[in-house]
């Protein structure tokens, strides 16, 4: 991996965007068009979201999100090597100032969203534009080298990675100020012990319950990250509050708000959802221990 790094994504970080872009024309043209990349997973995940949906309806929305797709993977990269003011040209952000009064009043609060439109970005400046830290929890790399990459690259502008392992040995808990701690809440959880049930983009869905779980445990509020591109390259964030205070919504309530919030977003544009994985994979047969969450 580490060859890859230096001889592959090294000069690539280091490319202006223009010719990124251009690159990123060409690996459409090769990953799809010619060697159809996942293309059966994101033809049958279409199909089972939108049958309502004519073929052709569903080849136009598939190949816009190939488009966006390999622009995604160049762009994630890139914003890593940017400067703040460089980064900032980006991402907009409307009002911080929901996340910065909440946690002014003594509130944790949590941030959750999907993969949707550009992620990275966002992350890599979120803790520029709140007045709180910023926590993103993620799943260990087996390759360390990677993990260290990456930690180097998301956390660039001051956003505090935390794995899961640290989470569970209480790294959150001697953490002695209020935060925002980010959820990407949409990954198929197939080795979250907790889930809820629901129905998401017309689909029987196991949904990790993290989100609402920490939440109720801290009475953090939670707040959703509208994710909008306005362009080629260009993300609008706008932050809307679902719950202010967790410990008086009935169970399943908050991961139902953030589930049809998320929703909504992939009706409106859905060929910025990431499409390729295989995010319906785990059954409710599986879970019937799980009885107590649904």
Known sequence: MKIIYYLLIKPLIALPWSILYLLSDFLYLMGYRIFRYRVGIV???LKNAFPQKTKEERKKIRQKFYRHFFDLILESLKISGETEVQARKKCHFHNPELINTLTAQG??????????????IMSYLLDTSLTTQVIAIYHQFKNKFVEKKMRQARGGLGL?????SEVRKGALAAINKRMAIVFLADQSPTIAK?????????????????????AFRKNAAVVYFQNKKTK??????????????????????????????????????PQYWLWTHKRWKRKRMEDKDMASLV
């Open 232 to 269: 080629r390259g260009r993300y609008e964030i706008t932050f809307k509050l679902l719950s202010e205070f967790p410990k008086n919504e009935p169970k399943g309530a908050i991961t139902e708000k953030h589930v049809k919030a998320l929703e909504e977003d992939i009706i409106a544009a």
């Open 194 to 214: 907790r889930v809820y049930w629901t129905q998401f983009l017309n689909q029987e869905t196991a949904v990790a319950y993290g989100t609402e779980l920490y």
């Open 43 to 45: 033809d049958q995940n």
């Open 160 to 164: 505090q990675l935390v794995s899961r």
């Open 107 to 120: 509130r944790d609060v949590i941030l959750v969203g999907g993969h949707y439109n550009n992620w990275e």
